[in-house]
Antibody
Framework: QVQLKESGPALVQASETLSLTCTVS????????VIWVRQPPGKGLEWMGI???????DYNSALKSRLSINRDTSKSQVFLKMNSLETDDTAIYYC???????WGQGVMVTVSS | DVVLTQTPPTLSTTIGQSVSISCRSS???????????LNWLLQRPGQSPQLLIY???NLESGVPNRFSGSGSETDFTLKISGVEAEDLGLYYC?????????FGSGTKLEIK
């Protein structure tokens, strides 16, 4: 069955770089894109960016200068890297298939000053 | 970027009542391929979002048919016909026609 699972550090220092991994199963990254979404505590969902099935990427314009999304299709993994972290980047980070039909359980990341 | 305006922000209802949530887009979500990519999601407390409706009116597999979606271009509605206790949570519309994809601000459904 289709599954996505996020992994990464729970705590990151401000000004440092966040690295998260989304490991997928039950589908191929060459057939579906993967989206990263985040949700600050008590707030709504924010679309961060997508890596399309052809490997191209698009980003939220507000994050574009700090964000990169890559993948390793052989390992069925998608990677998010975001630099120059601020406390406002504290959030639950989700990956989801591009159709929005399957989501990971999310990983809570706290940015400490 | 496309702005999705959801109303109301909070909805309080009783079991068995029917409710509707509106999602209005700042621009048409009709894609050049003829489809309209407006989805509805439910996020239950402490859980990840789940897809309820895709492409305006298509029920995701396993979703009860008390959920229905309608609309076109810039005006969309999610209706729950006969609310059940498990329906409480945050409802979001999401457009995947235009990049960057965007979400509505959410509607919190409360059960009295």
């Amino acid at each position: 069955q289709v599954q996505l699972k996020e992994s990464g550090p729970a705590l990151v220092q401000a000004s440092e770089t966040l690295s998260l991994t989304c490991t997928v199963s039950g589908f191929s990254l060459t057939n579906y894109g993967v989206i990263w979404v985040r949700q600050p505590p008590g707030k709504g969902l924010e679309w961060m960016g997508i890596i399309w099935r052809n490997g191209n990427t698009d980003y939220n314009s507000a994050l574009k200068s700090r964000l990169s999304i890559n993948r390793d299709t052989s390992k069925s993994q998608v990677f998010l890297k975001m630099n120059s972290l601020e406390t406002d980047d504290t959030a639950i980070y989700y990956c989801t298939r591009d159709l929005g039909d399957h989501w990971g359980q999310g990983v809570m990341v706290t940015v400490s000053s | 970027d496309v702005v999705l305006t959801q109303t109301p922000p909070t909805l309080s209802t009783t079991i068995g009542q029917s409710v509707s949530i509106s999602c209005r887009s700042s621009q048409s979500l009709l894609d050049s391929d003829g489809d309209t990519y407006l989805n509805w999601l439910l996020q239950r407390p402490g859980q990840s979002p789940q897809l309820l409706i895709y492409s305006v009116s298509n029920l995701e597999s396993g979703v009860p048919n008390r959920f229905s979606g309608s609309g076109s271009e810039t005006d969309f509605t999610l209706k729950i016909s006969g609310v059940e206790a498990e329906d409480l949570g945050l409802y979001y519309c999401m457009q995947v026609t235009h990049v960057p994809f965007t979400f509505g601000s959410g509607t919190k459904l409360e059960i009295k």
